[in-house]
């Protein structure tokens, strides 16, 4: 492998598919922006259920995080994309990829949101209802905007996730960067250094900023706000 | 439906399914132990050497931590200098985890006051023995819950395994469904996918489940614990 990455002959072949690999780095971007939509909009409705008053929201809440979250995303996925065309559901490779990511880091985005809420304190939903707000505005214009300070860095850490997560799509053979990798590189000349190396560096300029953004803010905040360091240390040990 | 699951589960696809969950089992308990041990090493070099030692380990952490986990049980497939298949993959996951771990651990450090290295020092403890004996055990009662979620997050990632044709549970239920016709002669529909994707679910669930069920009782005692010594101060 370091000899291929040493070699020019092997980066010659490699560089003549360029356009292959820019392609299906282009689907891991949009798979993983469609499927962090989905999560952060399942992530929320789930969220704000799981801390209602109301018991059947609730549950539903919890078994829909447990369900997720107890299971692997390779199982959800083959149940995506094997078990679902027998009840005439036909999904293609891409939009499996967007669901299956996209619902799994619902669940884990939802008990980041949960755990947000729970950190701020009662008497702020006492004091909107007691100024005639209902409980989806006080969702809405009060306690979610006060959570996303101090969830920023769970949240951060679960795109990264996902990004990497949605590699899963290689799984059921469709034309992510991960699977275009493989398959070009086990097809034909059999030359792994190269593409590999760029498919890390090409997965590897995704994720690290974000993370190291998220890390960045997070002492930040601890160093500036000690309440809200405070509240994001508790958070993330009982994410943990 | 119990006719669908009584012909489907013959005691050969039983076996088999429950093999690959063993198998699951297994490469879990083997990687989650060798990554506690680099990872380990890879937290201890990252806090407390400043040279090039903790630089690289720094390296090692970002670089693992912000690429797939697939791609390093492809790559490690083909390359690692490993006889089995089984010890190959396990050690794609040996080198994901431990970066995963070592940052658990680096957490586990810094959450311990720095004054407790001066007292070790004057009471004469060397510097390892001041890990071993003060900071590391304390370390590890603090991590404990988050290194089992780490647990269960190996466990559904061995699921990845079965792209690389390792006979995990993932990799044997899809198998099975495949064998359905030829050994029980039923044609697949949806009835028997459901029953054998619910059977693999089922396994993973009883594992995973019952790990977070472990971490949340640690978490409840540990709040009870601060809320005693809040009360008494």
Known sequence: MIEQILSPACWL?????????????GVTVMVSIAALALALALGVVFGVMSTSHFLLPRNVARAYVEAIQNTPLVLQAYVFYLALPYIGVMMGQVSVGIFAVGIYHGAYIAEVVRAGIQSIPRGQSEAAASQGFTYVQTMRWVIL?????????????????LIKNTSVIALIGGTDLMNRTNDWATSGASIYGPPFLVCGVLYFLLCFPLSTW??????????????????????????? | MIEVITRTFTPE?????????????????????????????????????????????????????????LMWVLICYVYAPLPTAFLRCAFAFVLFTSATIAEIIRGGLNSI???????????????????????????????????????????KDTSFLSMVAVAELMFRSRNALALLPRYTGQTVGIAQ????????ALIYFIINFSLSCIVRHMHKRRHAQARQATARA
């Open chain 1, 214 to 240: 998220g890390r960045r803010y997070e002492e930040k905040l601890k160093k500036k706000d000690s309440h809200a360091g405070e509240e994001l240390r508790k958070i993330e040990e009982e994410l943990s």
């Open chain 1, 13 to 25: 072949v490699f560089l003549a598919d360029w356009h292959l690999f820019l392609q299906a780095f």
């Open chain 1, 145 to 161: 905007p006060q959570t996303v300070k101090i969830i920023l860095p769970p949240l951060v850490n679960q795109m990264v996730n």
């Open chain 2, 113 to 155: 006051p720095r004054g407790q290295f001066e007292a070790a020092s004057s009471q004469g403890f060397s510097f390892v023995q001041t890990l071993i004996y003060i900071i590391l055990p304390q370390c590890f009662q603090n991590i404990v819950p988050t290194l089992l979620s780490q647990v269960i997050t190996v466990v």
């Open chain 2, 13 to 69: 696809i039983l076996t088999y399914l429950l093999g690959g969950a063993w198998l699951v089992i297994e490469l879990s308990v083997v990687i989650v132990i060798c990554s506690i041990f680099f990872g380990l090493i890879l937290a201890l070099l990252r806090s407390y050497d400043k040279f090039i030692l903790g630089r690289l380990a720094g390296v090692y952490i970002e670089i693992f931590r912000n690429t797939p986990n």
């Open chain 2, 193 to 200: 996918v459901a029953v054998i994707f619910g059977f693999a």
